[in-house]
T-cell receptor, first 115, second 113 residues
Framework: DAGVIQSPRHEVTEMGQEVTLRCKPI?????LFWYRQTMMRGLELLIY????????DSGMPEDRFSAKMPNASFSTLKIQPSEPRDSAVYFC?????????????FGPGTRLTVT | GEDVEQSLFLSVREGDSSVINCTYT??????LYWYKQEPGAGLQLLTY?????DMKQDQRLTVLLNKKDKHLSLRIADTQTGDSAIYFC?????????????FGTGTQLKVEL
């Protein structure tokens, strides 16, 4: 399997622009997670899905952030409008879910820089 | 809520053993994990242990779990420069049916020649 795929790997944008990050989970995995990593706050869980349905979005910082999972093989995280404080590395992870040992597999991340 | 704590830095000499420690608060944790993050990369699962086990060994890695004290450790034998990375401890509790993991802050391991 190719693992979790994220695109783009790097994104540089100007404040106020819309940013869309993409994720393809491992085939067959029914849980998908979006994390944000910064030096100041470490690794934060933003939102996670089970069978394409958002289960917990309590980590989404504010209304500027939204996430969708239209099908089992694709998810997006959108920031509109973007702000410099959104600069971070965004990770997507997937897992097989209940009945397993719950381990999550991470993508390589998208490094977002908002100027 | 659940909390997972780790020390921030550890420095060892090549060939020595490294021990990275982690404490957690959730007594309902079912699985505990160690992840490795190399510069510019995502988190890579190294190993995990079920909460009813005390120890798990996998080649150079030894995981010890003290459930009474809620203490988890990762020992790396014969540490190499390639082991330099950030190591994250994580636990799986009841939240989200076990699927939502709580991660520690990460321990940066530096291996010196």
């Amino acid at each position: 399997d190719a693992g979790v795929i994220q695109s783009p790997r790097h994104e540089v944008t100007e404040m106020g622009q819309e940013v869309t990050l993409r994720c393809k989970p491992i085939s067959g995995h029914d849980y998908l997670f979006w994390y944000r990593q910064t030096m100041m706050r470490g690794l934060e869980l933003l939102i996670y899905f089970n069978n394409n349905v958002p289960i917990d979005d309590s980590g989404m910082p504010e209304d500027r952030f939204s996430a969708k999972m239209p099908n089992a093989s694709f998810s997006t995280l959108k920031i509109q409008p973007s702000e410099p404080r959104d600069s971070a590395v965004y990770f997507c992870a997937s897992s097989l879910g209940t009945g397993t040992s719950y381990e999550q597999y991470f993508g390589p991340g998208t490094r977002l820089t908002v100027t | 809520g659940e909390d997972v704590e780790q020390s921030l830095f550890l420095s060892v000499r090549e060939g020595d053993s490294s021990v990275i420690n982690c404490t957690y608060t959730d007594s309902s944790s079912t699985y505990l994990y160690w992840y490795k993050q190399e510069p510019g990369a995502g988190l890579q699962l190294l190993t995990y242990i079920f909460s009813n086990m005390d120890m798990k060994q996998d080649q150079r890695l030894t995981v010890l779990l003290n459930k009474k004290d809620k203490h988890l450790s990762l020992r790396i034998a014969d540490t190499q420069t390639g082991d330099s990375a950030i190591y994250f401890c994580a636990e799986s509790g009841l939240t989200g049916g076990g699927n939502k993991l709580t991660f520690g802050t990460g321990t940066q391991l530096k291996v010196e020649l």
